[in-house]
């Protein structure tokens, strides 16, 4: 059997999580800008496929091969990092203040990654500046104005709309990196991640990591979005509502259930499942 209960699934994050938060300051710069760049690739597969006159969803359909190459390659991805440090913390294994130091390294190389790709994307689609993109440009533009200025026209309810969509978002992407621990094939680990990071693309919900990319591509292709704009109406939200949706809708809350310190003792209650049914459960 290639597949995973659920106990062991969370207790293999955990262990990933405390893996990733010991790493060198260096690896996490490095595989968090290799992630950035290869996320936003996908996103930029996503655009190039609705660019040439297919609906929107087949591009959320092809986007998780960004996903499930970075996570193969074992890269960091701050979102998914999100859920999977929490638990190390929960399980008293990690510090606190180790895991924040972890995700501001590994932000900075998202980040880093995210918007060298975008300079590298405008380059070749505008030849350095003497085209204005076309088709791709337009969408890129229109992408990156409805996650800031669309936001900014509501004032404090299109930030708490941002926020709220980033809880969304990062509570399906950390699904996608949850369930790449359920299965012990390559085949197995790409379907169970492709998901929920389908449906997260699919309702366009903020994710800090993309917005990276999207939105300072959509800047260089001359879109009316500040530094300022991106940030305080997109950035911050977005990376508040990731973090919350992903340590407490995925992280803590599937910690808490299927791993957290049980009770010991000799009483049998009445409804105990049998020997062996808790496993047979799982893995139906």
């Known amino acids: 059997m290639d597949s995973v209960t ?25 595989r968090g800008a290799l992630s950035g760049a290869i996320l936003g690739i996908a996103t930029s597969l996503a655009f190039v496929i609705v660019s040439q006159g297919l ?14 190459i970075l996570v193969l390659l074992g890269l960091e991805l701050v979102t998914g990092n999100f859920a999977l440090f929490p638990q190390a913390v ?12 972890a995700w501001c390294w590994v932000y900075a190389g998202n980040l880093l990654g995210s ?31 409805k996650k800031t200025l669309a936001y900014a026209e509501h004032g404090a309810a299109g930030w708490a709309t941002a926020l ?8 399906m992407v950390t699904i996608g990196t949850v369930l790449a621990f359920a299965s012990r094939s390559t085949i197995g680990r790409i379907a169970a991640m492709w998901l929920p990071i ?17 939105i300072p591509a959509g800047m260089l292709f001359g879109a009316g979005i500040s530094a300022g704009d991106w940030w305080l109406w997109n950035q911050i939200p977005a990376t508040l509502g990731n973090i919350a949706g992903g340590a407490v809708l995925t992280g803590l809350a599937l910690w808490y259930t299927h791993a ?9 209650l009445l409804g105990t499942p049998g020997p062996g049914h808790d496993e047979v459960g799982e893995r139906g």
């Open 115 to 145: 918007v060298a790709y975008a300079v590298l994307f405008w380059a070749a689609y505008t030849y350095f500046g003497t085209s204005d993109g076309g088709a791709l440009a337009e969408i890129t533009r229109a992408v990156a104005e």
């Open 198 to 214: 389908t449906i997260f693309f699919a309702h366009g919900y903020e994710h800090c990591v993309v917005n990276m990319f999207v």
């Open 6 to 30: 659920p106990t062991e699934l969370v207790r293999d994050g955990t262990a990933a999580g405390l893996k990733k938060a010991q790493l060198p300051v260096r690896d996490m710069l490095l």
């Open 260 to 268: 957290r310190p049980q009770p010991t003792g000799n009483v049998l």
């Open 90 to 101: 929960a399980a008293r294994k990690l510090g606190a203040g180790q895991m924040l130091s």
């Open 164 to 171: 709220t969509k980033a809880v969304l978002c990062n509570w």
């Open 55 to 68: 609906p929107p969803i087949a591009g959320a359909i092809a986007f998780p091969v960004g996903f499930v």
